[in-house]
């Protein structure tokens, strides 16, 4: 087994330099050790691992093995089933309604996925619902599953409540992110276009990182306990959608996300909004729900025009001139920024915040699994 190395990278974005990198196969192992500690099937344990640390290979390291200790938490509870069955409760010639009966997110949403992946195969399109699910990792894992099928996906989620409506003062929506990912390239040779955002106006993680920092958030992120807009990250309680106030067009992020929760509350038969549950929340499952799309892209257009009015497009808004202060990144599309992190990530190991390190350490000692992410630095090739 390979050991890991200190990075020596430049300052990153959310103020961390020199987090320690792991092997991939190493760290991913890992996590699946831990989620067998937790109860998950050795069998569904190894891909729940693969799409959880695809967060981290992308640079969203709050969606990665970071979530673990999270997970043990409410596996420890009884709020998460580990031997739960995804059952099909409806299903038309492109529809899909699936209950998760309160099982892991990571294993019941691929599982569902799967199924809209080879309806969509086989009949150009699918939409599918999951309900009575949990937290499911990244949006964009799933949008990509599609995508490497030679598909085009789409994947969205609703949340616990962190999120004020416009005008209002309490939360009332999750995050509530959608993804959308299609191949550009026949062959997959060339990263596809991914778009995986939340409809709120940052991550929560942002805040926290500003609060290590001791610095001021942007005005417009988050509001105070009464709904004022507050650019001080401790007095800081919710976020606001995407766009934030209206005056900088917040409605429409609300709006958004509201479609989102629509989705995958009401019409998946999940909970939506407030009655969402996370660790916030009381003593009971979450029945967060999920909703996916995937689609056959010779349903619409012969693929060789497809592919080459996509790459003419995206090559087009890559060339645009750069706005003063831009030149060294340029214009960039959707996905660019991950699929550029997950390439180095690969190559050089996957950076983990020393922080997180520890957390997984007393998570390996309460669930009796060796830690062996101390081991001599040796390189990573």
């Known amino acids: 087994m390979t050991g890991w190395a200190p990075s020596t990278g430049n300052m990153t974005d959310d103020g961390w330099s020199g987090a320690p990198r792991f092997p991939l196969p190493r760290l991913t192992e890992f996590a699946a050790a831990l989620l067998v500690g937790m109860g998950v099937p050795a069998e569904d344990a190894g891909p729940a691992a693969d799409l959880l640390l695809l ?11 970071a979530r673990l200790p999270f997970y043990a938490a409410r596996f420890r509870r009884g709020l998460i089933r580990a031997d739960a069955e995804l059952r099909v409760l409806r299903e038309g010639p ?42 499911f ?3 964009g894992a799933y949008a990509l599953m599609a995508a490497r099928h030679g598909l085009g996906g789409m994947a ?4 616990s409540t962190l999120v004020v409506p416009t005008f209002g003062a309490q939360p ?6 959608i993804a959308v990912a299609v191949p550009t390239s026949p062959d997959g040779a060339t990263p596809p276009l991914v778009l995986d955002m939340s409809t709120s106006a940052v991550a929560w993680g942002k805040i926290e990182v500003a609060r290590r920092a001791g610095s001021q958030i942007p005005l417009g992120w988050a509001v105070d306990e009464a709904g004022v807009p507050t650019t001080d990250p401790f007095a800081a309680r919710w976020l606001t959608p995407l766009g934030g106030p209206r005056e900088t067009s917040g409605h429409k992020g609300y709006g958004l996300g509201l479609i ?4 995958c509350g009401p019409l998946a038969g999940a909970a939506w909004g407030a009655h969402v549950l996370g660790s916030r929340g009381p003593n009971r499952p ?13 349903a619409f257009r012969d693929l060789d025009e497809f592919f080459a009015d996509l790459g003419a497009m995206l090559a087009e808004l890559r060339a645009t001139p750069p706005a003063p202060g831009h030149e060294a990144t ?15 990530n690969r190559r050089l190991g996957v950076p983990v915040r020393p922080p997180v390190v520890e957390e997984l350490r007393t998570l390996a000692s309460e669930l009796g699994v060796p830690f062996d992410l101390d081991a001599d630095p040796i390189g990573i090739s």
Do not use: Y
């Open 137 to 139: 990792g990244i949006a």
């Open 260 to 263: 989102v929760d629509l989705l």
């Open 55 to 65: 967060a981290d290979l992308r640079g969203v390291d709050s969606h990665g093995v």
């Open 172 to 177: 009332m929506l999750g995050t509530n992110p």
């Open 156 to 159: 969205m989620t609703n949340a």
């Open 94 to 135: 492109v529809t899909l309604a699936f209950d998760a009966g309160d099982g892991f997110g990571l294993t019941q949403a691929p599982r569902a996925m799967e199924r809209c992946i080879a309806k969509a195969e086989e009949t150009g399109l699918c939409l599918a619902t999951v309900g009575h699910s949990n937290h």
């Open 330 to 344: 340029g214009v960039l599309v959707p996905g660019d920024p991950e699929a550029r992190a997950e390439a180095v």
């Open 286 to 298: 979450a029945n967060v729900g999920h909703a996916f799309m995937a689609w056959r892209i010779d």
